[in-house]
């Protein structure tokens, strides 16, 4: 490629593949603009989800997980997804970090607590991993295992921490562990995010530190109880005790197994920083603390799983090599382009401007307003010729598909369509190379093909991905065309590596992705 060649990224917010039933408004609508350029330029659809994104089997992204991996040129596994690949490998068990708690404990005879919070949301905290543990320590060693549960109420329903607890409490005595549910604590107490240590986490820490709680005999009918109050939600369940002999004792062992943060950083302080000074914690004497994942930056203690590290990102390369870049992106999406096309960092690179576009609104003529001013922007940019790369994010599809509309879906699909050809024969006009591709899957899909009802989640499906140049123009063949509309090339993580090449900038090894050009033409 010419190396003064530019290029015009572009991506459509929203649109994946969609499947030959009603639930599709693509099968309704002429789009002539698309289908041509599926005829005569290189294409291909990218798998946007599951493992191939860092996420479970078959679950559908986030626009913020995507727009890390189409800006990292890595797959950034959840820390739910690489434990649980861990424990199917056999590697979790061989975990120097999970070794050494198991050493503290037969050197000292001592005790563990695992304290976690108990939700349905898997990747805030994993019964999986709860259960995984209980049977390897229990396998490993006689001491009682003791578990501090932290009732949800926000990322679960507000009354079903019971059942999860029976869930527990059935699979303890099915597999005969030496093991008790020691407290229970509501997560407005256990974890508070708003600094608040001593009418909150104070209350927790006692609870685990020194059984300061309110002893429980009968837990059946104490959440029957609860639970016939029509205002009560498992995130305000008092401090409570179940087994009085359950509190921390000298050379105990604690593993959190949070998978989040942010949450547990307070209460996970109690007991991991030395100059923790909120209040008087007395911690017993040669605890052995550790968690799952990293909850305290810059602080040397054992972590199972520590943060996957993220070294580089795209702009910073582009930047790097001395090229200019635009980023075209609305006001309530710029953190996509701003945090995480940079891999959660806000930095600033040499080179690079921001055009923010505000939000116009969210009904249909809003947003062909919106897409008319953003698609604007670039064509003044491209006439300019000053920017060698520019990233343009239009929101369009998945605002409407969010809102389950069939006959909105439809007509966005055609103005977006008509909209493509003016701007497709622009950027050819001045010598540019438009990359078109999606972050998820949504418009596609905006009805349940069952049951006939909204369906305006995110979802599963394949991306496109187009390249289209003067250079690589060429007719596909029917059986050609056959081939890629049902082939999965590539994963999202290849748009990065395709980019640099065709900047003919060199890939970096930390980058997981391949180019994909050799494999459309």
């Known amino acids: 490629m010419n190396k003064n060649k530019k290029i015009v990224v572009l991506i459509i917010d929203g649109w994946g593949k969609g499947e030959e039933n009603i639930s599709n408004p693509f099968r309704y609508v002429q789009i002539p603009t698309i289908d041509n350029l599926k005829k005569e330029y290189p294409f291909c659809f990218l798998s946007a989800s599951g493992y191939s994104i860092g996420l479970l089997h078959g679950e559908a992204p986030t626009c913020e997980i995507s727009h890390l991996t189409i800006g990292t040129g890595i797959v950034y596994y959840q820390p739910l997804v690489r434990i649980n690949l861990?424990?199917?490998?056999?590697?979790?068990?061989?975990?120097?970090?999970?070794?050494?708690?198991?050493?503290?404990l037969k050197k000292f005879n001592s005790r563990l607590h695992l304290i976690t919070l108990l939700t349905q949301n898997q990747?805030?905290?994993?019964?999986?991993?709860?259960?995984?543990?209980?049977?390897?320590?229990?396998?490993?060693?006689?001491?009682?295992?003791f578990l501090h549960l932290f009732t949800d109420g926000i990322d679960s329903p507000q009354k079903s921490a019971f059942e999860l607890i029976k869930k527990i409490i059935d699979f303890i005595q099915e597999n005969r562990i030496n093991s008790t549910i020691a407290t229970l604590c509501g997560r407005f107490y256990a974890l508070d995010k708003t600094n608040n240590y001593i009418l909150r986490t104070l209350r927790a820490f006692k609870l685990i530190n020194d059984g300061n709680g309110k002893y429980v005999e009968n837990l059946n009918e104490f959440f029957?109880?609860?639970?016939?109050?029509?205002?009560?939600?498992?995130?305000?369940?008092?401090?409570?005790?179940?087994?009085?002999?359950?509190?921390?004792?000298?050379n105990d062992a604690i593993l959190f197994l949070n998978l989040e943060n942010k949450s547990i950083?307070?209460?996970?302080?109690?007991?991991?920083?030395?100059?923790?000074?909120?209040?008087?914690?007395?911690?017993?004497?040669?605890i052995f603390v550790s968690s799952l994942i990293r909850y305290i930056e810059n602080l040397n203690y054992p972590v199972l799983f520590d943060q996957q590290k993220i070294t580089t990102n795209l702009s910073r390369i582009i930047a790097e090599n001395n090229l200019k870049q635009l980023k075209?992106?609305?006001?309530?999406?710029?953190?996509?382009?701003?945090?995480?096309?940079?891999?959660?960092f806000e930095e600033d690179h040499p080179g690079e401007v921001f055009k923010i576009i505000p939000d116009y609104g969210q009904d249909i003529q809003n947003l062909i307003e919106q897409t008319e001013e953003i698609l604007s922007n670039l064509k003044l940019a491209i006439k300019d010729k000053v920017f060698d790369i520019i990233f343009c994010h239009l929101p369009i599809f998945e605002i409407i598909a969010q809102k389950g509309n069939f006959k909105l879906a439809i007509e966005a699909i055609k103005f977006l369509d008509k909209t493509l050809e003016s701007l497709v024969k622009n950027i050819l006009e001045e010598n540019y190379t438009l990359i078109i591709t999606s972050d998820h899957g949504n418009i596609e899909k905006i009805v349940d093909p069952k049951s006939g009802s909204k369906d305006t989640l995110h979802n599963p499906n394949p991306v496109p991905f187009f390249i289209?140049?003067?250079e690589y123009f060429k007719q596909k063949s029917k059986e050609e065309m056959s081939f890629f509309e049902k082939k999965i090339i590539g994963n999202l993580v290849d748009v990065?590596?395709?980019?640099?090449?065709?900047?003919?900038?060199?890939i970096p090894q930390e980058f997981m992705g391949k180019d994909l050009l050799p494999y459309l033409r």
């Not at 861990?86 to 503290?104: P, T, V």
């Not at 990747?123 to 295992?145: G, M, V, W």
């Not at 008087?280 to 040669?286: P, S």
């Not at 990065?496 to 060199?506: E, G, V």
Request: with cysteine; charged share 30%.
């Open 86 to 104: 861990s424990i199917e490998n056999g590697q979790f068990f061989k975990n120097q970090n999970l070794i050494k708690i198991l050493n503290h």
């Open 123 to 145: 990747y805030l905290a994993s019964i999986d991993h709860l259960e995984t543990l209980l049977l390897f320590f229990s396998k490993e060693q006689n001491n009682k295992i």
């Open 224 to 250: 029957k109880f609860k639970y016939s109050d029509p205002q009560f939600n498992d995130n305000l369940l008092e401090p409570i005790i179940l087994d009085q002999e359950g509190s921390l004792k000298d």
């Open 265 to 286: 950083y307070q209460l996970a302080r109690c007991f991991l920083d030395k100059d923790f000074k909120e209040f008087e914690t007395n911690i017993k004497k040669n």
């Open 328 to 344: 075209i992106i609305t006001e309530s999406k710029k953190e996509l382009f701003k945090f995480y096309f940079n891999g959660f």
């Open 468 to 470: 289209i140049d003067k």
């Open 496 to 506: 990065p590596s395709t980019i640099l090449s065709l900047l003919n900038i060199k």
